[in-house]
């Protein structure tokens, strides 16, 4: 007869405390506080291991105060607050123990020790209970059918265990902690009788009431001041029983689950592999990612090779087993030989080294190959180092490797080649043939699974911790180029990136097959993507320095003013940047409400708090135009001086492909997406990106593309025929919500109107469009519920869509890109309502991001097919900006808004405008 295995119990606030104060609070490569998460992640997997098949349920305690409190104002009073750096890894241990499939209590109004005592006294009817835990209060639940387990000390402990831990059994536990306190909880006990005193009464007299049933025998018992333990007793028995009442555990409290729903749910293994990743658990990523390659390849053995490229030649990616051929090429046998190997190979992997992160201004020092895992070669020729061995000419090898970099037909992979495209072009390579990019491959896989370095991927795909550049450049101020490292160091690190990336593609690449809708949107959208991008980044945009000194200059004469004021209406001078200071002056010397507080208790002055102050008092209205000016000034007019080419003259941003989650691109050095065009300065901004001579400035941007994404997804007739129509979308709402005619909109009506469309597709409530349109949360609500009433097709939509990614835990853009959803079915309401919102609004902005891609693609093959005297310079949002010479600038318009209106096919019609001018801001 097989036994029934025991159901574990587990104090996961007692773990939560002990982990913290008992291992290193932060892990020494990252500066993030872990402490705490591997040492009850570590509990619980140690637990797996040491109880296999037993059901494993892990209790926390709950926020707020429990019934304790209504007993004892002081309970737990003296406990101070939970540390920084402890409360931020609660978050992530609730995330991993969810991804173990481990069920997860938090019961309001009681602590974790009542709720484990309550299922622990149901259980100990049917099956035998393990309670883990470093606790001492629950020795009271020990019983024939209970038993403690401590991982951290590895102890377990039955009724024999108590006795010998303690002195008594474990029906007496309660009495003991009656009788001494705990100055942890601020029990207080007995005063006057520690530990040696409550364990000799009760051995010699029995239980709490027992002992105050026989003060009288207290004077004659072999205790130190045994006579003057009968009074103190006597004095504190109120106290004494409260005590007891304090450190009883809970055991009938009322709950939404039973025995039997503990019961573990399949691991998400991902996201654990994400998560372990992340805060670089890298024996459990190792084990992790061995389980996966193994069900990744089995998979791909189901799936056959039907959709294996005509460029592929994917075989299953190796452990790191045995000793990896790296070689360094020094020889031009060496190199001769490599060179062969290359151009007879389907496909192989290159990555560059160089000087430079600056794309435009990196020199290449040496180059990279691997065409089998585990064997790779490093090239080096740009080592400058006193005493570096001697190396190829630069100049023979880049022209022996330039036919075959140039050569389309030559499949290449790489790690983001975006960039070794550009770096490659400062030594006049255009490079072609790029077949496979592993940053990519993973971005599609997975937009929020992890990040998409080569590092991170190693760790999550291979188990495998590369060779950071820190370990051999070092750090900080003291860090060098990648020229002045040793080549002993040099070729290991730049051979292993070629290695990693050749086998990461192939671990990821049948994950990428198994889905037609993925590798569609990796094949047709983000692939083609990186030439464009390349170009539009080397083209980059022509600014005027003037302009923007001339603008930072009045800006700054501006703040000055606008300082003045503020201290005008402070009554005195303070500094504008301190949030204590002008905490100060707003809360105590001007006596303004306090409406929010940080999370340390203190009056907020954050952004949204004085855009809702500014609507009733003048200060914070100046506070926040002083912030916004300083923000331009710092951000913009100082910045981009400073960020012009010297060669070129232009700006030149970096366009990040797997950063957003959505599928939107995003941009550094500057970021262009988020220069304010709301604001006249804000707008100034864009008057300094200016054509230069002998071109114009054009602009192309999609017309409210998300709503007509909306409209499309919901079906909703009323949406589609306003858009089919012509219609100014936000009158045609404001007429249907008021119930007015179209011409009859008020400029209120459309305002109101246009909250409600964008406030709807983002997922704001009630409470936020109130706050917007500065109306009560009642009105604001029946402005909702009428546009539901007249479309109701967008209501269905979004009820569907929470319903789909409750089941799929992802949703999908028109094209297939996937946005996963990690928190659609958390026990944790703000979150689980958070992941439903993006749900909704996902497939909205991540089809815009894939039409303007596409759109993109189109519109570059159009002007180097055409040889039309244009080009494309930036991307923003929604929008394309080009240079154009203006003889060219009729075709070009009327070209442009045909391929832009193909990109994507809605059953609406995408509307396109156009905009000419001397400088971005006249033609937007």
């Known amino acids: 007869m097989t036994a029934i295995k025991p159901l574990v119990l587990v104090d996961g606030s007692s773990y939560l405390y002990r982990a913290f104060h008992a291992l290193p609070p932060l892990n020494t490569s990252t500066g993030q506080p872990t402490g705490a998460i591997k040492g009850v992640i570590n509990m619980l997997r140690r637990l ?190 109120e106290q004494a029983f409260l005590s007891y009442a304090l450190a009883t555990i809970k055991c009938d409290v009322p709950l939404d689950v039973s025995v039997q729903d503990l019961l573990p749910t399949e691991p998400d293994n991902a996201r654990l592999l994400s998560l372990f990743t992340e805060f670089e658990f890298k024996t459990w990523v190792q084990e992790l990612s061995r389980h996966e390659r193994a069900e990744s390849l089995a998979q791909s053995d189901l799936l056959g090779d039907d959709n294996i490229g005509a460029n592929e030649s994917v075989e299953e990616a190796p452990a790191f087993a045995g000793k990896t051929d790296y070689q360094l090429i020094l020889t031009q046998s060496q190199f001769d030989d490599w060179l062969k190997r290359l151009e007879a190979a389907p496909l192989f992997a290159f990555d560059t080294e160089t000087t430079s992160l600056n794309y435009m201004q990196a020199r290449v020092v040496g180059v990279s190959f691997a065409i089998q895992a585990g064997q790779a070669a490093y090239l080096p020729f740009g080592h400058d180092y006193l005493d570096a061995p001697d190396q190829l000419d630069e100049n023979a090898v880049l022209a022996a490797l330039k036919p075959l970099l140039e050569d389309a037909g030559k499949a290449k992979l790489g790690q983001n080649l975006k960039y070794d495209a550009n770096v490659l072009a400062n030594h006049g390579i255009a490079l072609r043939g790029i077949a496979e990019d592993t940053m990519l491959e993973s971005y599609v896989l997975d937009s929020v699974g992890s990040r998409h370095d080569m590092d991170t991927l190693a760790l999550k795909h291979l188990g495998h911790s590369t060779i950071h550049f820190e370990d051999i450049a070092g750090k900080g101020a003291k860090q060098i180029t990648f020229n002045q490292i040793a080549l002993e160091q040099a070729g290991p690190y730049a051979a292993e990136d070629a290695d990693i990336t050749l086998r990461l593609h192939q671990a990821m690449s049948p ?41 930072s200059h009045e800006l700054g004469l501006k703040m000055q003013a606008l300082e003045k004021e503020a ?321 060219a600038l009729d075709s070009v318009k009327s070209e442009l808004v045909k391929l832009m209106m193909a990109a994507g096919d809605l059953s609406v019609p995408l509307e396109v405008g156009i905009g000419v001018g001397a400088n971005w801001d006249e033609a937007h």
């Open 48 to 237: 797996q291991k040491d109880y296999p098949d037993s059901p494993i349920a892990v209790v926390f305690d709950a926020k707020g105060k429990t019934f304790r409190d209504d007993m004892y104002s002081q309970y737990k009073a003296q406990r101070p607050p939970m540390p920084d750096d402890l409360r931020s890894q609660v978050e992530p241990i609730n995330a991993i123990v969810d991804a173990m499939g481990l069920p997860r209590l938090m019961i309001d109004g009681v602590e974790a020790d009542d709720v484990i005592g309550t299922l622990a006294a149901q259980a100990g009817r049917e099956r035998p209970v393990l309670v883990s835990t470093g606790d001492k209060d629950m020795a009271q639940l020990v019983n024939e059918h209970v038993t403690l387990v401590n991982t951290m000390t590895d102890t377990v402990m039955d009724i024999a265990g108590v006795n010998e831990k303690f002195g008594i059994p474990p029906e007496l536990i309660i009495d003991f902690l009656a009788l001494m306190g705990d100055k942890v909880d601020n029990i207080p006990g007995v005063a006057g009788v520690g530990e040696k005193t409550a364990l000799a009464l009760l051995q010699a007299l029995g239980s709490l009431e027992d002992i105050y049933n026989n003060l009288e025998k207290v004077p004659d018992l072999a205790i130190r001041g045994a006579k003057g333990i009968a009074k103190k007793l006597e004095d504190s028995r």
């Open 511 to 551: 994950q990428l097959r198994a889905c037609s809708s993925l590798m569609s949107v990796y094949r047709d959208i983000e692939l083609p993507l990186v030439p464009v991008l390349s170009r539009i980044e080397r083209n980059g945009a022509f600014v005027s320095r003037e302009l923007l000194s001339k603008q």
């Open 567 to 887: 201290y005008d209406l402070a009554g005195g001078e303070f500094n504008l940047a301190s949030p204590k200071q002008l905490g100060e002056i707003l809360f105590e010397r001007l006596s303004i409400p306090v409406i929010k507080k940080t999370p340390k208790g203190a009056p907020s002055t954050a952004e949204e708090v004085l855009a809702e102050l500014a609507h009733d008092y003048p200060l914070p209205k100046v506070i926040l135009e002083h912030r916004g000016m300083a923000k331009l000034k710092s951000t913009y007019t100082d910045k981009l001086p400073l960020l012009i080419d010297p060669a070129t003259g232009r700006i030149h941003t970096s366009y990040h492909q797997a950063v957003a989650a959505t599928g939107r691109l995003s941009s550094s050095d500057p970021n262009l997406q988020n220069i304010p065009i709301r604001s006249a300065e804000g707008r100034r901004i864009r008057q300094a990106f200016i054509a230069p001579p002998g071109y114009v400035i054009l602009a192309a941007d999609y017309s409210q593309i998300e709503l007509r994404i909306m409209a499309h997804l919901s079906g909703d007739r009323g949406l589609i025929d306003a858009f089919s129509r012509g219609e100014d979308i936000h009158k045609a709402t404001a007429a249907e919500v008021f119930g007015v005619a179209v011409n009859e909109v008020s400029d209120d009506q459309r305002r109101n109107a246009k909250a409600i469309n964008f406030g709807l597709i983002y997922g704001m409530s009630a409470f936020g469009l109130a706050r917007q349109l500065h109306l009560g949360r009642k009105e604001a609500q029946q402005y909702i519920d009428l546009y539901f009433e007249r479309y109701p097709g967008v209501l269905r939509y979004m009820e569907e869509t929470r319903v789909l990614a409750s089941e799929k835990g992802y949703v999908e853009t028109l094209f297939g890109r996937r946005l996963y959803l990690p928190e659609i079915n958390a026990s944790n309401g703000m979150r689980r309502q958070a992941a439903e919102r993006t749900a909704i609004n996902a497939p909205m902005q991540g089809t815009a991001a894939d039409i303007i891609k596409r759109a993109m693609i189109a519109v570059d093959r159009y002007l180097s097919d055409s040889g039309v005297d244009a080009r494309m310079i930036m991307q923003v949002h929604d929008e394309l900006v080009l240079e154009v010479a203006p003889d």
